[in-house]
């Protein structure tokens, strides 16, 4: 989940990126709104899930992942949809469409952090441990080689 949500946000970086650029050449910001959403709630916060589901499979692991990926991925492009076709066209009624995206989108957020709250654990502790442990044992064997050396 962690690398599909990595993946899936560069596209969403693209989109965002592409809009600024297209929204500083054109002189016009009515999409401002879109370009802002689809680089923070599309790039910034799915990569840093995406890095956390990564880092602590614990949190990949639980059913409240699928829940956050699936509403964050659903809410978030019917939110920008909506509001870039009610900004081109001036159909107030879409107005239903971003509420819908922006509810998806907050709920999936909401799972995200009682996911974080309820499982997160310092996984990379033992990891850690055992990285400092090797290096350690290897510098009291290299001390003692260097003993060695020195006595015969
Ligand atoms: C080449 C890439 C980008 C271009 C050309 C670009 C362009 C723009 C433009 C023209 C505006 C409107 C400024 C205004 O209304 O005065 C804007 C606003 C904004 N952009 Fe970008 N942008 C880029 C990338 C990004 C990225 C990567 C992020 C976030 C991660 C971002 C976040 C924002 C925010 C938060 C605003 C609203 C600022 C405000 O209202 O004060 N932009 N951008
Ligand atoms: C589903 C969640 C969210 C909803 C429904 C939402 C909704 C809104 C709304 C209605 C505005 C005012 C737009 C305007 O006046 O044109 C706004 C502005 C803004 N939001 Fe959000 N927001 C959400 C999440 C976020 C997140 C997570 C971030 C940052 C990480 C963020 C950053 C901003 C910024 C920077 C602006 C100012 C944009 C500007 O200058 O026009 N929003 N948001």
Do not use: R
């Not at 799915?46 to 890095?51: F, S």
Request: charge should be positive; proline fraction near 1%.
């Amino acid at each position: 989940m962690g690398i599909k949500l990595i993946k899936i946000s560069s596209v969403y970086f693209a989109i965002g990126v592409l809009l600024g650029y297209f929204m500083s050449t054109s002189h016009s910001y009515v999409l401002k709104g879109v370009h802002v959403h689809i680089n923070l709630l599309g790039w910034i916060a799915l990569t840093l899930a995406g890095i956390l589901y990564y880092l602590f499979p614990s949190l990949a692991a639980s059913k409240l992942c699928k829940w956050h990926f699936w509403l964050h991925n659903i809410g978030l492009p019917i939110m920008m949809l909506s509001l870039a076709i009610m900004i081109f066209t001036g159909i107030e009624a879409l107005t239903v469409g971003t509420a819908i995206g922006a509810t998806l989108t907050c709920l999936g957020v909401l799972i995200f952090v009682w996911n974080i709250l309820k499982n997160l654990k310092g996984e990379h502790l033992g990891l850690f441990i055992q990285v400092f442990s090797f290096f350690f044992h290897s510098i009291i064997f290299l001390i003692f080689k260097i003993d060695e050396n020195t006595i015969y």
